[in-house]
């Protein structure tokens, strides 16, 4: 089974001392990847996630983003039937998150691999094709992105307009459901830009301005686990995880 998996841990566990290629020649015997087939998929997977440049590089003169494509790599280097990826962009900046993903994306397309990840990143589990949310260890939601938020509810219209009572009144007369907050009317709506012009119609008063709101991962996170951060019987602070399949095999 181990030769079947590859894994990308949270924490780094290269060796800053080897070059990116003698982690991977290490990694090849621990998998007992066949002698004839080293150099060619050492090559393969560091053009995968654009490393081939550095090869020859100590790893400490690695960023951290450079390092974790480098054991992106590392974990499919034997070719496995499933990638398990342990929070791979944590701590890294926006950028090199976006660089992360290209490669992540790439193994998908070029590969077909299954990968399984965790993230508290909820825009990164849109990637998925598969998310379940996880709170007290517990799956609690399971579904594709777009069924998730489906099941958390409507679009949502928000309305400034230059008579919010006189607005919410004629709405509510036409059959919408409003809600008045401090200085916006919102409106529920199955599909929040095709009711955008009946809205306006139907509030009969000048509208100022209009702000359409689709379901996001992060309010189906919210939704299914609450706001409130918890901890755990050893004081530790705990909080849900998103844990996203992204391709199929």
């Known amino acids: ?35 004839a087939q080293v150099e060619e998929r050492i090559d393969r997977v560091l053009r995968l996630v654009a490393l081939e440049d550095r090869r020859h590089d100590l790893v400490s003169t690695f960023s951290g983003g450079m390092a974790r494509r480098l054991e992106i790599a590392r974990g499919m280097l034997h070719t496995p039937v ?60 399971t579904g594709s992105p777009d069924e998730l938020k489906r099941r958390v509810g409507a679009d ?23 809600h008045r907050g401090e200085e916006q009317l919102v409106i529920s709506a199955a599909d929040g830009e095709a009711a955008v012009p009946r809205l306006i119609e139907a509030a009969g008063v000048r509208v100022r301005s209009v702000d359409v709101h689709h379901p996001t991962l992060d309010d189906v996170f919210l939704h299914y686990t609450g706001r409130q951060i918890r901890e755990d019987s050893a004081g530790r602070v705990q909080s849900a995880m998103a844990r996203a399949r992204t391709a199929r095999r």
Request: charge should be negative; hydrophobic fraction near 45%; proline fraction near 3%.
């Open 82 to 141: 499933v990638l398990f990826l342990d929070e791979p962009t944590v701590g890294l900046d926006p950028q090199t998150r976006i660089l992360v993903w290209e490669d992540v994306l790439r193994l998908r397309r070029e590969e077909q691999m299954t990968i399984f990840l965790t993230t508290h990143y909820m825009d990164e589990a849109e990637y998925a094709d598969r998310v379940a949310i996880i709170d007290h260890g517990q799956i609690v939601a």
């Open 1 to 35: 089974m181990r030769r079947r998996i590859g894994l990308v841990f949270q924490e780094p566990t290269l060796d800053d001392r080897l070059t990116a290629e003698q982690n991977l020649r290490f990694h090849a015997v621990l998998y007992h990847v066949p002698h």
């Open 156 to 178: 949502t219209v928000e309305l400034v307009t230059a008579d919010n009572v006189a607005a919410a009144a004629r709405l509510q007369a036409a059959g919408f459901s409003v």
